[in-house]
């Protein structure tokens, strides 16, 4: 970070009052800290206690009443390496995403040449409000990154999600970036996630109930180790926003096999969560099926196997990982599978398990490797299962 100009943007929430200790180790880290204020956010904390912190003047009008000096947004923003707005209100992230300009601060967002990363702070109502949700999707096309607001207790004294992401946080999140700039050869990994959904006609699918939480959790788990992610998803309910992350969404068996076909050859490791439907529709309808008959039946033929083509397609230094899930003889045919699959690893879950399955928060899994290693792990969050999974990676000869 030593070096790096950081733009820090206040708006006038509440958590305004953390930017004090935001600003503190963004300096002890060796950045650069200049800030524009909004002017309600001045009510939450002092522009005297910000211009001391960041060492340098706050700039809050496009100009100075007293001096007549007039603020060049245009030169801040050339200034920046990156804009960080934290905290930013459900009312300017509403502004930003429609271009509206009505104060210096968003002035020079319209102004930046160079990323600007958003941290939304406010109460739970308004963190789930349509309207929020699609000036968030809005900022994400126009290029912005979001650190999302975290759960906990909200300065209404309601519970829930719409608090700022912590000083820490934050700070790890710009380094990261800043690293993610700097060091393009760090390892980039694979994950696939999700169900697959394969269409009958243009209404219907057949899919599963995998919700993609595991390989999500994963991907977070390589993230926060330095590492680039692409994240081949099918249909989730999930969101997840990182510098070093690029996610590729999918439908069908045969749309994943192509996203991961063209990434494989710049990743290292191949993880293969997905929950991949086996067989496929073979014939799609144009039209919307009509319930004339009595029965129907539908023709499948068999997917290809992702998982397997990674593998037979793989040079010495990649590493394979897939997953099984067992009802019986759970050990013995995870095994066969990692020897038939040629893979490196293999995460057994088994649906005997209590607490392991697709739409659950926990998993409780068994790693087999090549070498015949056998692991047993208890149940865990699936954050926590993710963790022990990518050490074992790691670890693997
Ligand atoms: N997999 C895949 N592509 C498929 C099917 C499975 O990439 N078309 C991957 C999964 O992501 C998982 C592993 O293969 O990592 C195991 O999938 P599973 O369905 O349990 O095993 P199969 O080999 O399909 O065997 P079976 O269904 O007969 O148990």
């Given at each position: 970070m030593h070096g790096k100009r950081i733009l820090l943007g206040i708006t006038g929430?509440?958590?305004?009052?953390k930017i004090a200790y935001l600003i503190r180790i963004l300096k002890k880290l060796g950045a650069e800290v200049k800030c524009i204020m909004t002017p309600a956010s001045s009510d939450f904390i002092s522009p005297l206690v910000v211009s001391t912190l960041s060492q340098n003047p706050v700039h809050i009008?496009?100009?100075?009443?007293?001096?007549?000096v007039w603020t060049n947004h245009v030169e801040l923003a050339l200034w920046a390496d990156v804009f960080v707005i934290a905290p930013a209100t459900a009312n300017s992230i509403a502004k930003m995403a429609n271009g509206l300009c009505d104060n210096l601060l968003l002035a020079t967002y319209l102004s930046m040449k160079t990323k600007t990363i958003v941290c939304p702070a406010m109460d739970l109502d308004m963190y789930q409000h349509p309207s929020f949700k699609r000036n968030v999707a809005t900022l994400f096309s126009d290029g912005v990154l979001v650190i999302p607001a975290t759960k906990g207790e909200l300065a209404s004294g309601l519970e829930g999600e719409?608090?700022?992401?912590?000083p820490e946080v934050i700070a790890a999140y710009l380094s990261n970036y800043f690293n993610s700039q700097t060091n393009k050869s760090a390892e980039t990994v694979l994950i696939t996630a999700g169900p697959t959904y394969e269409a009958i006609d243009p209404v219907r699918f057949i899919g599963n109930h995998s919700s993609g939480k595991m390989g999500f959790a994963l991907a977070e788990s390589c993230l926060k180790r330095g590492m680039n992610v692409i994240l081949v998803s099918g249909p989730t309910q999930l969101e997840l926003h990182h510098p070093n992350l690029e996610i590729i969404a999918v439908k069908s068996a045969e749309q994943m096999l192509k996203a991961v076909s063209v990434n494989w050859?710049?990743?290292?490791i191949g993880i293969f969560a997905a929950a991949v439907a086996d067989y496929r529709p073979v014939n799609q309808e144009a039209q919307k099926i009509k319930k004339k008959e009595e029965t129907l039946t539908l023709e499948l033929v068999k997917n290809p196997d992702i998982l397997r083509w990674a593998s037979e397609n793989r040079n010495n230094a990649q590493k394979v990982i897939g997953f099984a899930l067992e009802t019986n003889n759970a050990e013995e045919n995870a095994l066969l599978k990692l020897n038939a699959k040629n893979l490196d690893m293999i995460v057994l879950n088994t649906?005997?398990?209590?607490?392991?399955?697709?739409?659950?928060d926990t998993n409780k899994i068994t790693i087999l490797d090549k070498s015949n290693a056998i692991k047993e792990f208890d149940l865990k969050s699936k954050t926590a299962v993710a963790e022990d999974i990518i050490e074992s990676i790691l670890s693997l000869k």
């Open positions: 929430g509440i958590a305004a009052y009008e496009f100009w100075n009443k007293q001096t007549g719409g608090r700022m992401e912590e050859d710049n990743c290292s649906l005997e398990n209590k607490g392991a399955g697709f739409q659950g």
